[in-house]
């Protein structure tokens, strides 16, 4: 079997760092034994490769090197200014078993929030899943694992999801989420479905998705998965998130949309969020600054105050006629009160 079936978009890495601190532990030499034909380099700490000056992120895209760490700071973070996508009424919080993605999408923060464009993998899952089950002994929590990546991605390599969708399993008042763009379903495919877990699946236009979700799974791939999973009892979210403004992006928008719910049943698809293109005004700056290859990021944006955080996005007009003409579309095949707009 060749590494790029085995480990999906993985061949393109290039080399691997590890911490010392980090041989301890299984993960670790589950990886270097599986990606034995990378060059390998000792470190004392990840931050010595990935905080490092003079880096340029998109470089770094084209062939990212793999940085096996032990998180020693935060293992969880509240996520309740952040991600207000679902959760109502339930703590919720996010966490980054791994930070950088596989993928390359035009309009992501991380190439903001970030200078360096390799990827860090968090080998002590168990310490991050402890954190988890103190806080759920307080009081019942939902639990973003795909903040900071496409965690499905890393599937084939390292079973992070499935490690977790067991933990959720035996840990009352846990609740987690696993957001995705991949087409990699089939890795969790052989686990029953889990009540503790809910699968969010990406989805743009095929045109937004070919263009600007660079190294993503097709909108047909995405959908072919999605609907696996569906069918085989998982509890699903979609999440129409960003919404591009691009040429014809009313009919695009629409026609994905339709041919969603033409593939699958509504009555089964938990909820649907969606929101317009946005980001922190500082990490757009910062993109635009080392990127000229993407004129969706190049929009003349204006800058909005968001509670106690700033947010660069599309002017009031556009965006209401882009949050109104999109829930029209969905409203056409899902209940209102399983639609949510998402913004900030």
Same mark, same amino acid.
């Given at each position: 079997?060749?590494?790029?079936?085995?480990d999906g978009?993985l061949?393109?890495?290039?080399r691997i760092?590890?911490?010392?601190?980090?041989l301890?532990?299984?993960?670790?030499?589950n990886i270097?034994?599986?990606?034995s034909?990378?060059?390998v380099?000792?470190?004392g700490?990840?931050k010595?490769?990935?905080?490092?000056?003079?880096?340029?992120?998109?470089?770094?895209?084209?062939?990212?090197?793999?940085?096996l760490a032990?998180?020693?700071?935060?293992?969880?973070?509240?996520?309740s200014?952040?991600?207000?996508s679902?959760g109502a009424?339930?703590?919720?919080?996010?966490?980054?078993p791994?930070?950088?993605c596989?993928?390359n999408c035009?309009y992501?923060?991380?190439q903001?929030m970030?200078?360096?464009?390799?990827v860090v993998?968090?080998v002590?899952t168990?310490d991050?899943m402890?954190?988890?089950?103190e806080r759920a002994?307080r009081?019942r929590i939902v639990?973003s694992?795909?903040?900071?990546?496409?965690l499905?991605?890393?599937e084939?390599l390292v079973?992070?999801?499935?490690?977790?969708i067991?933990?959720a399993?035996r840990?009352?008042?846990?609740e987690?989420e696993? &957001?995705?763009k991949?087409?990699?379903?089939g890795?969790? $495919?052989?686990?029953s479905?889990s009540e !503790?877990? +809910?699968?969010s %699946?990406?989805l743009?236009?095929a045109?937004?998705?070919?263009h600007y979700?660079?190294?993503?799974?097709?909108?047909a791939?995405?959908?072919?998965?999605?609907?696996q999973?569906?069918?085989?009892?998982w509890?699903?979210?979609?999440?129409?998130d960003?919404?591009?403004?691009?040429?014809?992006?009313e009919?695009?928008?629409?026609?994905?949309v339709?041919e969603?719910?033409?593939r699958?049943?509504?009555s &089964?698809i938990?909820e649907v969020?969606f929101?317009v293109? $946005?980001?922190?005004?500082?990490f757009? !700056?910062? +993109?635009r600054? %080392?990127?000229s290859d993407?004129?969706?990021?190049?929009?003349p944006?204006?800058?909005e105050?968001?509670?106690?955080s700033?947010?660069?996005t599309?002017?009031v007009?556009l965006?209401?006629?882009?949050?109104?003409?999109?829930?029209?579309s969905?409203r056409?095949?899902?209940?209102?009160?399983?639609?949510h707009?998402?913004?900030?």
């Amino acid at each position: 079997m060749s590494p790029e079936t085995q480990d999906g978009p993985l061949p393109h890495v290039r080399r691997i760092y590890y911490e010392r601190d980090s041989l301890d532990w299984p993960a670790t030499q589950n990886i270097l034994t599986r990606l034995s034909h990378l060059p390998v380099v000792e470190i004392g700490h990840y931050k010595d490769v990935f905080n490092r000056p003079g880096q340029h992120f998109q470089t770094q895209k084209r062939s990212p090197a793999l940085i096996l760490a032990v998180e020693r700071e935060r293992l969880i973070y509240d996520a309740s200014a952040r991600i207000r996508s679902w959760g109502a009424g339930v703590p919720l919080y996010y966490n980054a078993p791994v930070r950088n993605c596989l993928f390359n999408c035009d309009y992501c923060f991380l190439q903001g929030m970030h200078s360096s464009g390799n990827v860090v993998l968090f080998v002590n899952t168990p310490d991050f899943m402890q954190e988890a089950a103190e806080r759920a002994k307080r009081k019942r929590i939902v639990l973003s694992l795909s903040y900071m990546t496409d965690l499905l991605a890393f599937e084939p390599l390292v079973p992070i999801s499935r490690q977790w969708i067991a933990f959720a399993d035996r840990t009352d008042n846990l609740e987690i989420e696993i &957001r995705t763009k991949s087409e990699f379903y089939g890795a969790i $495919r052989t686990l029953s479905p889990s009540e !503790s877990t +809910i699968l969010s %699946v990406s989805l743009s236009p095929a045109h937004v998705a070919a263009h600007y979700e660079r190294g993503c799974a097709s909108f047909a791939g995405r959908l072919f998965a999605v609907r696996q999973a569906v069918e085989a009892g998982w509890r699903v979210r979609l999440c129409f998130d960003p919404i591009v403004y691009v040429d014809g992006w009313e009919e695009k928008y629409e026609r994905c949309v339709r041919e969603v719910f033409t593939r699958l049943d509504p009555s &089964r698809i938990e909820e649907v969020s969606f929101g317009v293109m $946005r980001m922190a005004p500082d990490f757009l !700056s910062r +993109i635009r600054s %080392v990127r000229s290859d993407s004129e969706i990021l190049f929009y003349p944006f204006v800058t909005e105050e968001d509670g106690a955080s700033r947010v660069a996005t599309y002017p009031v007009e556009l965006r209401e006629h882009m949050r109104e003409t999109m829930h029209e579309s969905l409203r056409r095949h899902m209940p209102d009160d399983r639609i949510h707009f998402v913004h900030g």
